[in-house]
């Protein structure tokens, strides 16, 4: 036999086309995919919730979270006021299980709502909102969120949403960074829309207790004012709360669309002791002359 | 073209040898069937998805192995081996290889 | 926040490993098609009887070459995202032809003055198939019989 040696013109042995193209097109649809996934999911675990009442939601999570009713401490006076302004928001709001407050001593401006009926209100909020109205405006909203079960929904959806992406990457992990941030986008944006509707409830509830919206945006106002520096739009895709600036104008939307006014807002009334205000360094013109 | 793994093809004389050719291909399931293998692993038994997928690429090397003999001229492909390998997590390679020969 | 910073390293190991990739592996193929040119005169046989009719043979010995090459974040991601739709890992098949192609050449190169390679067998292994933050490479090892003729003997 003779040997008769050549080299193939063309390699059949890998793919022509762009690995670029492919790259793209893959992670397109792995995004859509998971996006998919999680809306139908979200529409899954809404409807589970739903056939949950906010009282047996309190009663499912105080079995795990206490609300605080077993403290030693007296309430303090400021704890007493806000909850007395709760125990007021709590028919308006529709919450008919006991919901206490708490204030803790913090520079952040913020509160939050626990799962199983406690509220803590940060001192950093007691110093940007003065007025009754604007930290009622924040407790119903807090309250709104008992109220649509948002704990439950949020926890439901992050159990099943993290439950399926380990199952369908496996151990891989370059895909799971793609993955997660899909994800992490997908919870954020309902986040939001659940911080929104609790807004939504609150100012209902305002304006159901004191027949008018006075002080609703006081809040969000006093926050944007003290806010400085760049703000990368892209991060807001991954927060959990919409910009301050959306939630003023969704309020102010709704005010018009629902007919409420606005009116005279009071402030808030601390029955405190002079000595107390002393210590803490608070001005003493705290309490109304 | 004649495809086998003898050092003949019986019945025909070599003429000519072209050297070596080989085809190749690496395929991966897909999630689906990743979550299907981790039940059998509970349960036991006969991996079909995975037969199939790893029966189609064999056969996708061999095609590919004959179209690079067919450019060299040949029509024949001897000595025919088969080698099976994982080289990354959840994608399994192919390769088959033989000497491309004209035969009469 | 740490959303932004993982997905900008993402995007940052996935661009390095294309481009720089792409380089090493055009370079490759083009030694590796140069050298073949100059190796088409040492032919390789899978079988066990030599190419044509051979003068007497002075020695044969057993020949090997072999070569470990390594993926790139590219081509990883590539196919952790092909194990999401199933399909030909088209990222890795390039990988693989230059593996081998690049053994045989080692193999030929690792024997001067052989006139043949008979019985060439081709063994492919993988070192830590490339899970979590592991390298990914695939080592070839192609070995053969290469002969050596009687020198003053008439050649094929």
Redesign the interface.
């Known amino acids: 036999?003779?040997?008769?040696?050549?080299?193939?013109?063309?390699?059949?042995?890998?793919?022509h086309?762009h690995?670029?193209r492919?790259?793209f097109l893959?992670?397109a649809?792995?995004v859509a995919?998971v996006l998919a996934a999680y809306w139908s999911l979200g529409l899954f675990v809404d409807f589970a919730v739903e056939r949950i009442s906010p009282e047996r939601e309190a009663r499912l999570f105080s079995a795990a979270f206490s609300n605080g009713a077993d403290k030693e401490d007296p309430p303090s006076d400021r704890e007493a006021a806000l909850q007395e302004i709760v125990d007021n928001l709590a028919p308006c709001i529709d919450i008919t299980f006991p919901v206490r407050v708490g204030v803790q001593e913090s520079e952040a401006a913020n509160a939050a709502a626990f799962p199983g009926g406690r509220i803590v209100v940060f001192s950093g909020l007691l110093d940007k909102v003065k007025s009754e109205n604007g930290l009622a405006f924040v407790l119903a909203h807090e309250l709104g969120h008992y109220k649509n079960r948002d704990h439950l929904r949020l926890m439901g959806r992050g159990i099943v949403l993290v439950s399926l992406t380990a199952?369908?990457t496996?151990?891989?992990?370059?895909?799971a960074?793609?993955v997660?941030?899909a994800r992490?986008v997908g919870q954020a944006r309902y986040s939001q829309s659940r911080e929104s509707k609790a807004d939504r409830s609150a100012l209902e509830a305002l304006n159901c207790h004191y027949g008018h919206i006075g002080g609703a945006t006081e809040f969000f106002e006093a926050m944007s004012a003290g806010r400085g520096g760049v703000d990368?739009g892209?991060?807001h895709y991954?927060s959990s709360h919409p910009e301050l600036k959306e939630r003023i104008d969704a309020l102010n939307d709704l005010a018009g669309a629902m007919g409420f006014s606005s009116g005279e807002v009071a402030r808030i009334r601390f029955e405190r002791e002079d000595a107390g205000a002393a210590e803490e360094g608070r001005p003493s013109g705290w309490r109304d002359q | 073209m004649f495809v086998t793994n003898t050092e003949m093809v019986h019945g025909k004389t070599i003429t000519a040898c072209h050297g070596v050719v080989a085809g190749s291909t690496v395929r991966a399931k897909h999630a689906g069937r990743d979550i299907m293998a981790g039940l059998k692993n509970i349960f036991g038994g006969e991996l079909k998805g995975y037969t199939e997928l790893l029966g189609e690429s064999r056969d996708q090397a061999i095609t590919r192995m004959k179209a690079q003999a067919k450019q060299m001229g040949a029509n024949a492909i001897v000595n025919v081996r088969f080698s099976t390998s994982s080289v990354a997590a959840g994608a399994a390679e192919i390769y088959v290889y033989g000497t491309a020969v004209t035969v009469e | 926040m740490e959303n932004l910073i993982n997905l900008g390293v993402f995007i940052i190991l996935i661009s390095c490993g294309y481009v720089f990739g792409k380089i090493a592996e055009k370079r490759h193929y083009k030694s590796i098609i140069n050298r073949e040119r100059k190796f088409l005169t040492l032919p390789a046989v899978s079988g066990k009887n030599p190419v044509g009719e051979v003068p007497p043979i002075r020695r044969a010995q057993l020949v090997q070459g072999s070569v470990v090459i390594s993926v790139d974040y590219f081509k990883r991601m590539l196919a952790g995202l092909r194990n999401f739709f199933g399909g030909t890992v088209r990222s890795y098949e390039t990988l693989l032809d230059r593996a081998r192609r690049e053994a045989l050449l080692r193999l030929k190169e690792s024997c001067p003055g052989a006139r043949q390679i008979i019985n060439l067998r081709i063994e492919t292994s993988s070192i830590s198939k490339g899970g979590k933050n592991r390298i990914g490479s695939v080592e070839i090892l192609a070995y053969g019989t290469a002969l050596y003729y009687d020198i003053g003997s008439p050649s094929a």
Not at chain 1, 7 to 13: F, T, V
Not at chain 1, 170 to 175: E, K, L, M, R
């Open positions: 036999m003779k040997y008769l040696p050549s080299l193939p013109r063309k390699n059949d042995n890998v793919s086309n690995p670029l492919e790259f893959l992670l649809g792995v995919l199952m369908v496996g151990g891989n992990a370059d895909i960074r793609v997660a941030p992490d990368i892209a991060l991954f």
